[in-house]
């Protein structure tokens, strides 16, 4: 199995299955060329660009739905020619698995929690050694599993379906799936302005004799901590300088 992290490129992604057999019914009469597959894009989806034509060609031979019989002609393969039949959105889950990092991993992400994108973004990174950098870097792979109703998205927040659970399942079962490197269990980080502190009684003593609440003591100290941090490094700052 070659895993790579490049997604590729499928035209409507939101109807991944439909999209995708559409263009593999194109070749189910046998050979087609690079110009006829051009052709067939520009007339079904608009798609003018030669570089766009090479990248879906690119994709489908990735996820070995199309294979190249010469010099820019290609064909069916056995899998392509299967989900013409089956039209099965596992088998070309599978597909795509067995060619693309981080893609039913995702699933594995949202197997207990629902998460935001940048949540399996950070996921990547510090659980399966990806590079994402962009929230591009993770889109591609959301819409396709969503394409394929393996997820669902709502409030910004992914969920797993149930068939994405089968499939997850699947993935499991045939040892797919790539190991988590930092088992750690990722949590999004969460601003909270509100700590809650076990105060020594001394302190407690000492706030009491002056009459002054704990409260406005420990926001005082704050407060001059947080002052005095700042102009210290605004001090180390100008020596470096």
Same mark, same amino acid.
């Given at each position: 199995?070659? *895993? ?49 034509? *090479? ?12 294979? =190249? ?39 594995? =992400? ?87 502190? =076990? ?40 020596? *470096? *300088?």
């Amino acid at each position: 199995m070659n *895993r790579g992290s490049g997604t590729g490129y499928i035209p409507d992604k939101s109807n991944l299955m439909s999209s995708t057999l559409t263009m593999l019914d194109f070749f189910k009469d046998g050979e087609k060329a690079f110009s006829n597959f051009s052709a067939f894009l520009e007339a079904n989806y608009d798609i003018r660009s030669s570089n766009t034509v *090479r990248m879906t060609f690119a994709t489908l031979c990735k996820w070995k739905l199309l294979y =190249e019989v010469d010099f820019k002609t290609y064909a069916l393969t056995d899998a392509g020619a299967d989900l013409l039949k089956t039209h099965s959105e596992i088998s070309l889950g599978r597909q795509i698995q067995n060619s693309t990092l981080y893609f039913g991993e995702i699933l594995q =992400e949202l197997e207990t929690e629902v998460l935001t994108g940048s949540a399996l973004k950070q996921a990547a990174n510090q659980k399966y050694s990806m590079s994402f950098k962009s929230s591009s870097d993770l889109s591609c792979r959301t819409q396709y599993l969503l394409g394929l109703s393996f997820i669902e998205r709502s409030s910004k927040r992914y969920r797993i379906t149930s068939q994405g659970r089968d499939f997850l399942q699947l993935l499991k079962e045939e040892g797919l799936l790539s190991e988590c490197i930092n088992k750690k269990p990722y949590k999004e980080l969460e601003l909270n302005n509100h700590i809650n502190l =076990e105060l020594p009684n001394s302190f407690l003593k000492k706030c009491q004799k002056q009459k002054l609440l704990p409260e406005f003591v420990l926001h005082e100290l704050m407060a001059y901590y947080a002052d005095n941090e700042l102009s210290l490094g605004i001090q180390v700052n100008k020596k *470096r *300088r």
